[in-house]
């Protein structure tokens, strides 16, 4: 179970939300709903003077009676109406509050690693899966002050004939509780679950989705992804009917207390009433008032469950906010932010630096001491998971490292603020964003100031060796990209690729320019193209603002015009000059070119 303070903060957070969405209907959902389950101890009452009446043959008495019932009904009826109807309402805005505040949260975070840890992507899918509690944040609370004003009521009710019968209520203590415990066993199987979730979705998504569709085919896959889907799903389900067992047997036992007690109370009642203690009307007091309680005890049990649920939901929204504050607080210059420069002159130096990712001991870089000079153009090679992609994402403030520090022109790139420096960055990369929009916007949004500009965005498909795809789009600039919307163009995985480094050329002077295997998807010509266009921009933006631009590339054969290569093996960098240095050097560049060369051959 959560401790107090985060169960408080959960409520605030909770109240807050739906306050932030909609002040007029959150209050409005508490009053009306507040003040329906006050009518239906008070109908009790009304059926007490209806019988005390009959007994009587006082006829005014059992007319008034009946009034009052029929009144509290139609108060019931209306208290119902205006509830729900505000309550829709509210739940509407606040799924738009919500989500507008998630996306925020997770695309202004200046870092990837709620994305990349394991533990976070599973805290981020129950988070999604959560999304019903999420909507409507104020209603357990609501709800569950409405159960109890209207237990309050029956107590006050049940008192009047007896003070013993007020205890009635305490009877369902052990069922509350119980209904508690079970939602947190709940809760545990649901997290002990989330990881075998996410994995059952990426098995359907490879059935569903185009992507995997034809090496699904080619290998016959359709059989393993349903049998490993169903193993899946038979141990989710086997863990989640353990706990469904053990509730039900835990819960059976906690209401068997209160029927017992019910069974006392009504037996005292009629006992009192033989005696002549209290009137006729008193048992059919006691017995609807029983009835009521046995309900609104199971109301409360579903309505702590409720917010319990919605606690922990906010709980893991809260967790999001401020997972993205530390990655500000991270990424915060440690004192007045310096602005990133106009322009390099002396480059970019790496004193020391060593990373490991967060959530891991593993170091997947150390040791590294660099200089990338101004103006230069720097390709960086080795085998796959040599730390390639590391240093990419640290110079582009993805993460801060773990030891040593990274500097712009002598100034630490910590102290320069991220927002500022990614201004003056730009970059493509392998795993390239497929944004389906309009071709202008999917590669405008590059620099947003011109993602109407269709003069800017074709000088940038024309720097990106791209100039001839808007042509062979059905309406050039304007077309929709994608097949998930009507009327949207496919393209081929070399088209979206072009797409993708078209977007990194919306910025026409960045500081650093980042192409992480850009090539890729590209065949051979327009591979060799798009690299003379890079060389040839590359110097041009040398000449204006010493920009340096960093190539990450498996093809060796592209990198032989770098000012600098970089070799990194083992976790470091272990070689670094021009082609021509490295290959007289014989080292491992040599022996990797050499390998290479010999399979094109």
Do not use: C
């Amino acid at each position: 179970m959560p401790e107090m303070p985060e169960v408080l903060a959960n409520l605030g957070s909770m109240l807050r939300s739906s306050w932030r969405a909609d002040r007029r209907r959150s209050i409005g959902a508490l009053v009306t709903t507040a003040l329906m389950p006050v009518t239906r101890p008070m109908r009790a009452i009304g059926l007490g003077i209806v019988a005390d009446g009959v007994v009587a043959g006082d006829r005014g008495q059992a007319v008034a009676g009946a009034l009052v019932v029929a009144g509290l009904n139609a108060a019931n009826r209306l208290l119902d109406w205006a509830s729900l109807t505000i309550r829709m309402r509210l739940r509407e805005h606040t799924v738009l509050f919500l989500d507008e505040d998630v996306i925020e949260l997770s695309a202004r975070a200046p870092g990837l690693e709620h994305h990349e840890r394991p533990d976070h992507r599973d805290r981020l899918e129950l988070l999604r899966t959560d999304r019903y509690y999420l909507v409507n944040p104020f209603m357990p609370v609501a709800w569950s002050v409405a159960a109890v004003v209207q237990i309050a009521a029956t107590v006050v009710v049940l008192g009047s004939l007896h003070p013993a019968l007020a205890l009635l209520p305490l009877a369902g203590v052990p069922a509350l509780l119980m209904g508690l415990r079970a939602e947190a066993w709940r809760e545990d199987a649901r997290e002990r679950n989330a990881r075998d979730g996410r994995l059952a979705i990426h098995l359907t998504e490879l059935a569903t989705q185009p992507a995997a569709a034809q090496e699904v085919r080619v290998f016959d896959l359709a059989d393993e992804l349903v049998d490993r889907y169903e193993a899946l799903v038979e141990g989710i389900e086997r863990r989640q009917v353990a706990v469904d067992v053990r509730a039900a047997v835990g819960q059976s036992a906690a209401w068997a207390v209160f029927a017992l007690a019910y069974m006392g109370a009504v037996g005292f009642v009629t006992g009192r009433v033989l005696d002549g203690a209290l009137s006729v009307g008193a048992v059919v007091l006691t017995l609807s008032l029983g009835a009521q309680i046995n309900g609104q005890l199971a109301d409360l049990v579903d309505n702590a469950t409720w917010f319990s649920r919605t606690a922990r939901a906010t709980g893991r929204y809260r967790w999001l906010a401020r997972t993205v504050a530390e990655q500000e607080a991270a990424l915060a210059p440690p004192g007045q932010a310096t602005p990133a420069p106009d322009a390099l002159h002396d480059g970019i130096r790496f004193h020391g630096v060593a990373f490991a990712y967060p959530g891991t001991d593993r170091t997947v870089l150390t040791g590294v001491d660099l200089h990338l000079p101004a103006g230069s153009t720097v390709a960086v090679v080795g085998e796959n998971g040599a730390g390639k992609t590391t240093l990419v994402k640290l110079l582009l403030r993805f993460y801060e490292p773990t030891e040593g520090r990274i500097t712009v022109d002598g100034v630490d790139l910590a102290a320069i603020d991220v927002g500022d420096w990614r201004a003056r960055t730009s970059a493509a990369f392998q795993d390239f964003a497929r944004l389906q929009l309009v071709a202008r916007h999917s590669i405008g949004v590059g620099r947003l100031p011109d993602a109407d500009d269709d003069t800017a965005v074709t000088r940038a498909t024309e720097r990106a060796a791209a100039a001839e795809l808007p042509g062979r789009l059905p309406d050039g600039l304007a077309t929709m990209l994608g097949r998930e919307f009507e009327e949207g163009t496919e393209l081929s995985i070399g088209q979206w690729q072009k797409v993708a480094v078209s977007r990194a050329m919306m910025r026409p002077t960045p500081l650093l320019l980042v192409l992480d295997e850009p090539t890729a998807s590209l065949d051979a010509p327009t591979e060799h193209e798009l690299f003379d266009r890079f060389t040839g921009a590359a110097r041009s933006a040398a000449r204006r603002a010493g920009a340096v631009t960093l190539l990450v590339s498996h093809r060796f054969s592209t990198v032989r015009t770098a000012d600098l290569v970089l070799v990194v093996a083992g976790r470091r960098v272990v070689e670094a000059g021009s082609h021509d240095e490295l290959m007289a050097l014989g080292g491992l560049y040599a022996e990797l070119y050499g390998l290479q060369a010999q399979s094109y051959s």
